[in-house]
């Protein structure tokens, strides 16, 4: 059969399907391009959800009222802190303990150490030191606000704290530390304390505070170094 215009009526049957029909290398091209749209976007999304992870236990902190940032302990610091425990016996606790280095030398020391940490990921590294250490057995790591722990099972406090927490943790440890128990500050003193002894000197500078005398008895402050009893 013919149309109106003397073209075979199969011949624009034809031609009007071939126009609805896309070319297989078309069709393979639009495949790939929506391949990588999914690749892309599965990539991405993985990307946030790793920063995300990562970055989150450390801004978490900064977004708190009174926040604890993570300053690495210097050598000399872990020294006078060390210094500060001669003679000391029972369990040890690092209040906001970073990756784990006081509380590991402490363990060197024979203490049983134990350290809180806001940080997850601190947490786990300092685990994976004290193993490395020799130490896991008498040193360990716990994720913690240190406001909801209790601090009366320790002898020995440890804390690099900042001057916006120190008046809070103060009346907290007061409240909760036995009388033989021994507060050790780094970098920043206690504001109402007088501490029992002092060693170090600037960002070094570690100040030893006695629970039976910040609860009433009062003593002068003294330094780590041996003086000779006076001559009558």
Same mark, same amino acid.
């Given at each position: 059969? %013919?149309?109106?215009?003397?073209? $075979?009526?199969?011949?624009? !049957?034809?031609?009007?399907? #071939? ?6 290398? @078309? ?9 990588? =749209?999914? @690749? ?11 920063? +995300? &992870?990562?970055?989150? $236990?450390?801004?978490? $902190? ?46 060197? %020391?024979?203490?049983?150490?134990? =350290? /809180? ?7 786990? +590294?300092?685990? +994976?030191?004290?193993?490395? %250490? =020799? ?6 790591? /716990? ?10 099972? /320790? ?5 690099? =704290? ?22 050790? &500050?780094?970098? *920043?003193? *206690? ?7 002092? !060693?170090? %000197?600037?960002?070094? !500078?570690?100040?030893? /505070?006695?629970? #039976?005398? @910040? ?16 001559? !009558?």
């Amino acid at each position: 059969m %013919e149309g109106g215009g003397g073209i $075979p009526l199969e011949t624009l !049957t034809e031609e009007s399907q #071939s126009r609805h029909v896309l070319p297989a290398s @078309f069709e393979a091209k639009s495949l790939q391009k929506s391949n990588w =749209g999914f @690749f892309l976007t599965g990539l991405v999304g993985g990307t946030l959800v790793a920063v +995300y &992870a990562v970055a989150t $236990p450390f801004i978490t $902190p900064a977004l708190r009222k009174v926040c604890l940032p993570f300053v690495p302990a210097t050598t000399k610091q872990i020294e006078n802190v060390v210094k500060m425990l001669q003679c000391r016996r029972g369990s040890l606790v690092d209040i906001g303990s970073g990756d784990g280095r006081i509380v590991i030398a402490a363990a060197k %020391e024979g203490f049983t150490a134990v =350290g /809180y940490e806001l940080n997850p990921w601190l947490v786990w +590294y300092s685990r +994976y030191r004290a193993w490395r %250490e =020799g130490v896991h057995g008498s040193a360990k790591f /716990y994720i913690s606000d240190l406001w909801k722990v209790t601090f009366s099972q /320790y002898s020995n406090v440890v804390i690099f =704290g900042v001057p916006q927490m120190m008046l809070q943790l103060e009346k907290k440890l007061e409240l909760e530390l036995a009388d033989d128990a021994r507060v050790i &500050a780094c970098r *920043f003193p *206690f504001p109402h304390w007088t501490p029992d002894h002092v !060693t170090g %000197e600037g960002i070094d !500078t570690v100040w030893a /505070y006695d629970a #039976s005398t @910040f609860r009433g008895r009062e003593k002068r402050p003294t330094s780590m170094h041996f003086q000779p009893p006076i001559q !009558t």
